[in-house]
C-alpha cells in the first residue's frame, strides 16, 4: 500500500490566519481524500481531489474555506482559511482505492485556533 | 441517507476476553465494509474488510461478521491484547473502484491486564 507524508504533523496558529497542509504520497494515484476528524469524533470526508480537476466537496465544505490543489498525482495540500477555534480538528489525507488494498491514511494535521 | 450507526461508545475488556463491535448501515447500495484502528496521534489503519458475498472473514485474532439481511455486521477481536487498546471504526462504501468511505462514530477499545 501507498505510504503517505503528511504536514505539518501539528500546529497552533491564531484565528484569523490560515495553513496549508501538504500530502505527499511515495506513489501515483488518480484520486486523493481530504478528512476531518475532530477531537474524540470521526473522520468526515471534505473533499475528493483529483488531477487535473478541481476539487469535490461534500456538503457543508466549500471551496473558499477549503481550496485544494493536486498539481500532479503524489501532491496534494489542502488550506484551512480565515480560521476560527471551530476549525481545530485532526486533518488527514488518504488514498487508495476500494479493491484491492484499500484506503491508507496519512498520520494527520493536528490543528489548535487559538 | 448514507449513516453507519456504530456501538458501543466504548468497551473495557480484559486481557485474553473477546472484543465485539457492532456496526448497522442503512443504505443498501453498500457493498465494501471496512474495519479500521487508530492509535493516538495517527491515522487509521485498515484492519480487515468484508464484502457483502460472504458472511464472515477472518485475519489471524481479527474477525467480520457480515448479516446482509439485518444490514449489521461486526467486529470479534479474540484474545484480546493490551496492545489493542485503541479506537476502531467501521466504515461502508457503495460499489466503484475509489468510492468514498462512510465511517461509523468509533468505538474506544481498552484491554485491561
Known amino acids: 500500500s501507498a505510504v503517505i507524508s503528511q504536514k505539518p504533523s501539528r500546529d497552533i496558529c491564531q484565528r484569523g490566519t490560515s495553513l496549508t497542509i501538504q500530502c505527499q504520497v511515495d506513489?501515483?494515484?488518480?484520486?486523493m481524500f481530504w478528512y476531518r476528524q475532530q477531537p474524540g469524533q470521526s473522520l468526515t470526508l471534505i473533499a475528493t481531489?483529483?488531477?487535473?480537476?478541481?476539487?469535490?466537496?461534500e456538503s457543508g465544505f466549500v471551496i473558499d474555506k477549503f481550496p485544494i490543489s493536486r498539481p500532479n498525482l503524489t501532491f496534494s495540500t489542502l488550506t484551512v482559511s480565515n480560521m476560527s477555534p471551530e476549525d481545530s480538528s485532526i486533518y488527514l489525507c488518504?488514498?487508495?482505492?476500494?479493491?484491492?488494498?484499500?484506503?491508507?491514511f496519512g498520520s494527520g494535521t493536528r490543528l489548535t485556533v487559538v | 441517507q448514507q449513516q453507519v450507526k456504530q456501538s458501543p461508545q466504548s468497551l473495557i475488556v480484559q486481557k485474553g476476553g473477546i472484543s465485539i463491535i457492532n456496526c448497522a448501515y442503512e443504505n443498501t447500495a453498500f457493498d465494501y465494509f471496512p474495519w479500521y484502528q487508530q492509535f493516538p496521534g495517527k491515522g487509521p489503519a485498515l484492519l480487515i474488510a468484508i464484502r457483502p458475498d460472504v458472511s464472515e472473514k477472518k485475519e489471524g485474532r481479527f474477525t467480520i461478521s457480515f448479516n446482509k439481511s439485518a444490514k449489521q455486521f461486526s467486529l470479534h477481536i479474540m484474545d484480546s491484547q493490551p496492545g489493542d487498546s485503541a479506537t476502531y471504526f467501521c466504515?461502508?462504501?457503495?460499489?466503484?473502484?475509489?468510492?468514498?468511505?462512510?465511517f461509523g462514530t468509533g468505538t474506544r477499545l481498552q484491554v485491561t491486564l
Open positions: 481531489a483529483n488531477q487535473g480537476s478541481e476539487a469535490t466537496y
Open positions: 466504515a461502508a462504501s457503495p460499489p466503484g473502484t475509489a468510492s468514498k468511505l462512510t
Open positions: 488518504s488514498v487508495g482505492q476500494v479493491l484491492p488494498g484499500g484506503y491508507t
Open positions: 506513489s501515483q494515484v488518480t484520486m
